[in-house]
């Protein structure tokens, strides 16, 4: 990315300076005209200051650590709290977050907003503004349980504490929840996906259905990693989290559902696609669906196939090594060298 590019998304992301502090640094508080927390790690303390409005001293969302001399803007935040490494993943993060919308922590009748209709796209939206980084939460924990640990990229997973969940009979219930941002191919969020976990992050939660995704999900997907002219597309989040523990470097699209990976679209750029399929007849027809497509796009098309149910349960029940074997001698050579991590 151009050197003014970076310097428009950290200016943009500076008129919003306190809603990206709450957003990323949720374990500081308001302090004046500054943000105070003690790093930019989002740890607890007070010896970092972001300044929130632009003053002679220097632009809103400039930030420096008293403690250790370290300084920067808003989109080294975003990059220091999730964790990220490739500036391509902080940049597709700012502008996830600058498309929500970010209203003032207070209620939706204060603040003059009519109610979203349940399950439309602008409900989804409202619903991931209200989340934070899965970092240091019982997110990463279900995930970690799962067999889940490189998490690199994966801005579009949210963590929400009190998500609503309401049963079939019976009153609405509140459950810790996983959310997905749904995008289009253009990066606008158009849908969510929620997976209700335990209060420990052991497992689901123990309720009747515990995932649900609302919004547009009709060719569109869970993007994870900036896509070129390689990406694999597969129905589950943690299918497709559990192939990236051995292809950290390729773009994964979790499409949610059979359905909704038969009817994916392509990027532009993308010149092979790998079909993350789950072994079942709906898995078969999507598969052979997108194929179809793909090619008809002058898209190379490969299937990729678990030894079982699908590629978290082969990471749970045969471990990383033989995952990694499993899926080598399905990808196209130069995709070997290019994407698959080196075995431990």
């Given at each position: 990315?151009?050197?003014q590019d970076a310097s428009e998304l950290a200016h943009s992301l500076?008129?919003?300076?306190?809603?990206?502090?709450?957003?990323?640094?949720?374990?500081?508080?308001?302090?004046?005209?500054?943000?105070?927390?003690?790093?930019?790690?989002?740890?607890?303390?007070?010896?970092?200051?972001?300044?929130?409005?632009?003053?002679?001293?220097?632009?809103?969302?400039?930030?420096?650590?008293?403690?250790?001399?370290?300084?920067?803007?808003?989109?080294?935040?975003?990059?220091?709290?999730?964790?990220?490494?490739?500036?391509?993943?902080?940049?597709?993060?700012?502008?996830?977050?600058?498309?929500?919308?970010?209203p003032e922590p207070e209620p939706a009748s204060r603040r003059g907003?009519?109610?979203?209709?349940?399950?439309?796209?602008?409900?989804?939206?409202?619903?991931?503004?209200?989340?934070?980084?899965?970092?240091?939460?019982?997110?990463?924990?279900?995930?970690?349980?799962?067999?889940?640990?490189?998490?690199?990229?994966?801005?579009?997973?949210?963590?929400?504490?009190?998500?609503?969940?309401?049963?079939?009979?019976?009153?609405?219930?509140?459950?810790?929840?996983?959310?997905?941002?749904?995008?289009?191919?253009?990066?606008?969020?158009?849908?969510?996906?929620?997976?209700?976990?335990?209060?420990?992050?052991?497992?689901?939660?123990?309720?009747?259905?515990?995932?649900?995704?609302?919004?547009?999900?009709?060719?569109?997907?869970?993007?994870?990693?900036?896509?070129?002219?390689?990406?694999?597309?597969?129905?589950?989040?943690?299918?497709?989290?559990?192939?990236?523990?051995?292809?950290?470097?390729?773009?994964?699209a979790p499409a949610l559902s059979a359905a909704h990976l038969a009817?994916?679209?392509?990027?532009?750029?993308?010149?092979?696609?790998?079909?993350?399929?789950?072994?079942?007849?709906?898995?078969?027809?999507?598969?052979?669906?997108?194929?179809?497509?793909?090619?008809?796009?002058?898209?190379?098309?490969?299937?990729?196939?678990?030894?079982?149910?699908?590629?978290?349960?082969?990471?749970?029940?045969?471990?990383?090594?033989?995952?990694?074997?499993?899926?080598?001698?399905?990808?196209?050579?130069?995709?070997?060298?290019?994407?698959?991590?080196?075995?431990?």
């Open positions: 990315m151009a050197r500076g008129r919003q300076a306190e809603a990206v502090c709450r957003h990323y640094l949720s374990n500081g508080h308001r302090q004046g005209n500054y943000w105070q927390v003690g790093d930019a790690r989002n740890a607890a303390g007070r010896s970092m200051f972001v300044r929130l409005r632009d003053t002679p001293k220097g632009p809103a969302g400039k930030w420096t650590d008293a403690a250790t001399g370290e300084h920067g803007d808003l989109l080294d935040i975003i990059r220091e709290s999730l964790g990220l490494i490739d500036f391509a993943d902080v940049a597709q993060e700012a502008r996830t977050f600058l498309s929500l919308p970010h907003l009519a109610p979203a209709p349940s399950g439309s796209p602008e409900a989804a939206r409202r619903l991931i503004a209200m989340t934070q980084p899965i970092t240091g939460t019982i997110v990463q924990t279900y995930l970690r349980g799962r067999g889940i640990t490189l998490l690199h990229g994966t801005g579009n997973l949210r963590f929400h504490p009190r998500c609503y969940y309401k049963p079939d009979d019976g009153p609405t219930e509140t459950w810790p929840a996983m959310i997905a941002t749904v995008t289009d191919l253009a990066g606008k969020i158009t849908g969510a996906h929620r997976t209700w976990l335990a209060p420990d992050g052991s497992d689901k939660a123990p309720i009747g259905t515990p995932r649900k995704a609302m919004g547009d999900l009709l060719g569109n997907a869970v993007r994870i990693g900036a896509p070129g002219s390689v990406m694999a597309a597969g129905e589950g989040i943690e299918t497709m989290l559990s192939l990236r523990q051995v292809l950290p470097d390729m773009a994964m009817a994916i679209l392509f990027p532009a750029t993308l010149r092979r696609l790998y079909i993350v399929r789950d072994d079942d007849p709906a898995g078969d027809g999507a598969r052979d669906i997108l194929i179809e497509r793909a090619n008809a796009e002058g898209i190379e098309a490969i299937p990729l196939s678990p030894a079982f149910g699908d590629f978290n349960e082969d990471l749970r029940r045969l471990g990383i090594n033989a995952l990694r074997a499993g899926v080598r001698v399905q990808l196209a050579p130069e995709d070997v060298a290019r994407f698959m991590a080196l075995a431990a």
